[in-house]
């Protein structure tokens, strides 16, 4: 995983060096943000920390070239704010294409959670070494069950999958809140081109998205 900093606070960069010690990747740092745009093509990013007080002119030009190569999925664009960063720019932003507005206190608060937390919902690095490398499905597709702990209904689409594992990204993020890592989930049903399939399932792994391993039937038996 790339991730590409722009700024001139070199707390910033220090931070980030902490992160991917922790979770892996490596770092590329500009402090001129028109170099980094001219590079882009070359870098590849999979994910750009821009710090917006550093450079307050720039980030909106540099999000719009970023948007006009990837989307939202395939290049993540995180800009750093200031607290008091005004309600008319969170809106551009967002309107921009840019994923998640974050502080650098909200950055470096509970062990990078809020960073790993959005890295982890958008992009599944392949150079990540603590389990298997999904693959991105070229349409996600629907899954659906509901909850064995509340019996709520969940919906969302699966995004990658890698032989009998799928990662689930739910419509609503809170809704897989109650579930736990061991979890078996019943009658989950997904549609997949344009057939509908019933099966079970089992969390082997949860964040804002849920890695599920499919069980068939026989081998169901041995873990109920």
């Known amino acids: 995983m790339k991730l590409l900093v722009v700024a001139e606070n070199e707390k910033i960069k220090e931070t980030l060096y902490g992160y991917t010690e922790v979770h892996g990747g490596s770092i590329i740092h500009y402090r001129h943000?028109?170099?980094c745009m001219d590079n882009y093509?070359?870098?590849e990013p999979d994910v750009i920390i821009f710090n917006a007080p550093d450079f307050p002119r720039h980030w909106k030009l540099a999000v719009q070239s970023l948007r006009e190569k990837w989307d939202?999925?395939?290049?993540l664009f995180l800009l750093i704010i200031e607290k008091d960063f005004p309600a008319e720019e969170a809106d551009k932003a967002a309107y921009l294409g840019i994923n998640a507005l974050l502080t650098a206190e909200e950055m470096e608060a509970g062990g990078f959670q809020r960073l790993a937390g959005l890295i982890s919902r958008y992009r599944i690095a392949p150079e990540r070494c603590d389990g298997p490398v999904f693959r991105r499905v070229s349409e996600p597709y629907p899954l659906m069950f509901m909850n064995p702990e509340n019996l709520q209904f969940i919906s969302g689409v699966v995004e990658r999958e890698l032989m009998n594992r799928v990662l689930f990204f739910p419509s609503e993020p809170a809704s897989i809140a109650p579930l736990?890592?061991?979890t078996l989930i019943r009658n989950c049903s997904w549609?997949?081109?344009g057939t509908l399939e019933t099966f079970d399932a089992l969390v082997k792994r949860k964040g804002e998205f849920l890695e599920l391993?499919?069980?068939?039937s026989k081998e169901l038996r041995g873990i109920a």
Do not use: F, V
Not at 72 to 75: C, E, I
Not at 213 to 216: A, Y
């Open 41 to 43: 093509d070359e870098i």
């Open 180 to 182: 736990e890592e061991g």
């Open 191 to 193: 549609e997949k081109n």
């Open 213 to 216: 391993e499919i069980i068939l």
């Open 33 to 35: 943000p028109l170099k």
């Open 72 to 75: 939202r999925k395939r290049a």
